[in-house]
């Protein structure tokens, strides 16, 4: 079953605006993470932010702000002051499970949103 | 301090044919992990590490071995290569489960199985 939904394949965005990626999730833990990341054309993942399913406030990392609802369970990632260089693939991803070597751990990222900042 | 680094970038496969990649990482990081990316569906785990000596399946481990004799490395073989296989490779390791830092990733192995 898909875990991590991102429903927007492409978006658009204008230089020095801010835009939202969605990302919603589903997990029957109580303990859970989500993490953004970007590719950029050069094949590489960065990971860009992380939110802890405990964590009450959001999270923040410079330009990048994840904007956790723990009901409707969505973390959507907000990026202020768009600039050129962050046109890429921006996945979302989930952790849930434990790390052992039982097998029960999963870490799963969703389809991606493509973003392409106009100058 | 290179990160994480793959080996080879890219590699061309006949079917049937074996083959293993190569992940290192000069971190110290004690987890690593295995995922292929195919067009539309994302980054799925194949299999995982949580440390020297161990490794455990991951969503889609099948097709696929793996092995961590050193702390630094994480190899993935594929002993009888299918199309189905044909993927971009990612390694990633990782300080410690569930860290705020996320994981880091390698630069990807691109695979082509004919």
């Known amino acids: 079953a898909q875990k991590i939904t991102q429903t927007q394949p492409g978006m658009f965005v204008q230089e020095k605006e801010a835009v939202t990626l969605d990302c919603t999730y589903d997990?029957?833990?109580?303990?859970?993470?989500l993490f953004w990341y970007k590719q950029p054309s050069s094949g590489e993942m960065i990971f860009l932010i992380y939110?802890?399913?405990?964590?009450?406030q959001n999270a923040t990392e410079g330009r990048y702000s994840l904007n956790f609802q723990k009901a409707r369970k969505s973390a959507n990632l907000v990026i202020s002051a768009s600039q050129l260089g962050d046109s890429a693939m921006y996945f979302c991803?989930?952790?849930?499970?434990?790390?052992?070597?039982?097998?029960?751990?999963?870490?799963?990222f969703g389809t991606g949103t493509r973003l392409k900042v106009l100058a | 301090n290179a990160g994480v680094t793959q080996t080879p970038k890219f590699r061309v496969l006949k079917t049937g044919q074996s083959m293993t990649l190569l992940c290192a990482q000069d971190?110290?990081?004690?987890?690593m992990y295995w995922y292929r990316q195919d067009p539309g569906m994302g980054l799925r785990l194949i299999h995982y590490?949580?440390?020297?000596?161990?490794?455990a399946k991951g969503e889609v481990p099948d097709g696929y071995n793996v092995s961590r004799l050193k702390k630094q490395n994480f190899l993935l073989g594929l002993e009888s290569a299918a199309p189905s296989q044909t993927s971009v490779y990612f390694c990633?390791?990782?300080?410690?489960?569930?860290?705020?830092?996320?994981?880091?990733f390698g630069p990807g192995t691109r695979l082509t199985v004919l």
């Open positions: 990633a390791s990782s300080y410690s489960f569930g860290t705020a830092r996320g994981q880091y």
């Open positions: 997990t029957s833990d109580q303990s859970y993470g």
């Open positions: 939110q802890g399913s405990y964590d009450e």
């Open positions: 991803a989930m952790r849930e499970g434990v790390l052992t070597t039982s097998g029960t751990y999963k870490y799963i």
């Open positions: 971190m110290n990081h004690e987890y």
């Open positions: 590490s949580v440390g020297e000596g161990t490794t």
